[in-house]
């Protein structure tokens, strides 16, 4: 806080009653991570609709797959983007206030997504490389809404509420990853019944069908349709207050602002004289030595979790086909048609979707201002580390036909206390704990070592899973050190996650300013004795 008149205003943020503005942020803000959830959930599914499209193998008895280097790009090249994005945006809400950009990203996001449906080419390798071009730039939209859309939702939000409101943003995943299940269903179930086509093994040109393009290609471009439906009133949010009063100093429009969009009189604060002196007694910057006494053990614990976090998470959810495949879940790839495949493949994940992943998102809303973020991260890494070695150990007993149910179970809760867990909670904390002037920067920062983590779990696992016996493992890659021993090493991920979790203060009923330490420089400017707003 930089001056008494601040403090006020900041006073009043922090006991304001929720509102009918703070929904409508969550939805308009979510919206960046509903296509961020879509776009995952339907590229998993796309990849294996284009490998029997574009590298189909004559001769061979099972439909084609994407190339080990070519998947690896269609799937990684979103994270890519995602970590530049994450880096980039953060920096910019920080220097130029968060709403100048907000508009951007989520533009991107928009034109991004009909790109992709639009990749052409003469070759399937000018496609994927099309596909990858406007993938990337996908992801570096939807990188800037990370700290954009955390930073503004905590910088809006009441004390007693805010974590519930950072973690409803989040949240907005689970609709996308619901909304991907149901347009991949009904769009490949829509062609199935129109275009009938016999199996692989009955016809392996006809199991696929020249419609089957069409697929794909629809299904990605459906995912700008919720960004596109919320870009208008993104564009008419005002600039946090927090921001305008204390990082661009200007006390009186922030005033306004909250008056405006939150329906509450708000008494107009004037800047005083003693502003400049406190500023610069604490212009200490990013990455000083005075931020890494203050912060960097912070921002070491929110970076290092989130890293370990998305190497377990992402390698988990980029290939759940895989996993269901090799416990026998889903039937034989040359048993069904290339819209058969897809739909049973979007049912499966749907399922696990629909009971593992998405309530866990919503109990954490439900709980975290009453348990807090650190007792709910611990929890999630926890029983994370529990259920992978439950996967790993006897992992045999799981690829028994009996007892694939229990393995879907058991896997179905790794994603729950994922997200009743670190899933949520590593989004949620970086917002609350730095100073504005660096809550943005410093989301991205953390943000882009998850995404990091991401790109390692996503591409090492493509490898790290394939079967010990080079005669079984899929064309193109080599021999990895199999599936049982790709869950154990994520078990010991979680197990790091677990330990490094303690290097994260706990925010919870704390005003942002407190947490982030803002009042102890009131009270370093003030040594004579005038006081900081404490709440």
């Known amino acids: 806080m930089a001056a008494k008149g601040q403090g006020d ?39 294996k609709l284009l490998g029997r499209i574009y590298y189909q193998v004559e001769g061979s008895p099972k439909p084609g797959i994407l190339p080990p280097n070519v998947a690896a790009a269609v799937n990684g090249v979103a994270l890519c983007g995602t970590l530049a994005g994450q880096l980039f945006f953060g920096w910019l809400g920080d220097k130029i206030g968060r709403k100048s950009v907000y508009g951007i990203t989520l533009m991107l996001m928009i034109i991004s997504s009909i790109g992709s449906g639009l990749s052409f080419g003469s070759s399937p390798k000018a496609v994927m490389a099309t596909l990858c071009f406007f993938r990337f730039w996908l992801g570096f939209g939807i990188g800037g809404d990370y ?48 275009y009938k086509t016999p199996a692989y093994s009955v016809d392996p040109i006809g199991s696929t069908g020249p419609q089957a393009d069409y697929v794909w290609r629809l299904i990605l471009m459906l995912g700008a349709l919720p960004a596109a439906l919320t870009y208008y009133s993104r564009m008419k949010m005002p600039e946090t207050p927090r921001y305008t009063a204390l990082v661009a100093k200007n006390a009186e429009k922030a005033s306004q602002d909250m008056s405006k969009v939150m329906g509450m009189e708000v008494e107009s604060q004037k800047e005083i004289g003693e502003e400049k002196v406190i ?7 990013l990455l000083s030595r005075e931020f890494l006494r203050r912060h960097g053990l912070h921002l070491l614990g929110t970076a290092s979790t989130w890293f370990l976090l998305d190497i377990a998470y992402y390698s988990q959810n980029l290939f759940q086909k895989d996993i269901f495949s090799a416990v026998g879940w889903l039937p034989r790839a ?20 629909l009971c593992g992943t998405v309530p ?17 991260q611990l929890i999630g890494f926890f029983f994370m580390t529990v259920f992978m070695f439950v996967l790993a150990i006897p992992y045999h007993h799981w690829t028994l036909k009996e ?44 943000a882009a070592a998850g995404k990091a983590g991401a790109i390692i779990g996503s591409f090492g696992f493509l490898y790290a899973a394939q079967n010990q016996d080079k005669s079984k493992v899929d064309p193109g ?38 947490v982030s330490g803002e009042n102890e420089e009131v009270d370093r400017a003030h040594p004579t004795g005038a006081e900081a707003t404490s709440v």
């Open 147 to 194: 700290p954009l859309s955390a930073t503004i939702m905590a910088e809006y939000s009441n004390k007693k509420t805010r974590g519930a409101f950072i973690a409803a943003v989040f949240a907005m995943q689970g609709f996308g990853i619901l909304a991907g299940g149901i347009v991949a269903m009904g769009v490949s179930a829509t062609f199935h019944a129109v």
């Open 360 to 376: 866990g998102y919503w109990v954490t809303v439900f709980l975290i201002d009453h348990i807090g973020r650190f007792t709910i």
């Open 334 to 353: 040359n048993t069904m048609n290339a819209m058969e495949e897809l739909f049973k493949i979007a049912r499966a994940q749907f399922l696990i979707a």
């Open 279 to 285: 500023h610069e007694r604490n212009s200490f910057g």
């Open 477 to 514: 890659y080599p021999a990895g050190i199999g599936m049982k021993n790709a869950l154990m090493v994520l078990g010991m991920v979680n197990v790091f996650g677990f330990l490094l979790t303690f290097l994260v203060p706990e925010p919870k009923g704390r005003s942002l300013e407190e």
């Open 9 to 47: 205003l900041l006073l009043q943020l922090d006991h304001a009653k929720t509102q009918l503005y703070h929904i409508k942020a969550v939805i308009i803000s979510g919206m960046g991570f509903f296509t961020d959830a879509y776009d995952l959930f339907c590229i998993s599914l796309v990849t």
């Open 403 to 446: 007892n694939n149910i229990g393995f879907i179970v058991i896997y179905g809760l790794t994603f729950f206390f994922a997200n009743f867990g670190p899933n949520s909670t590593t989004f949620i904390v970086p917002a609350e704990i730095f100073p504005a002037r660096f809550r943005s920067t410093c989301h991205g920062i953390s």
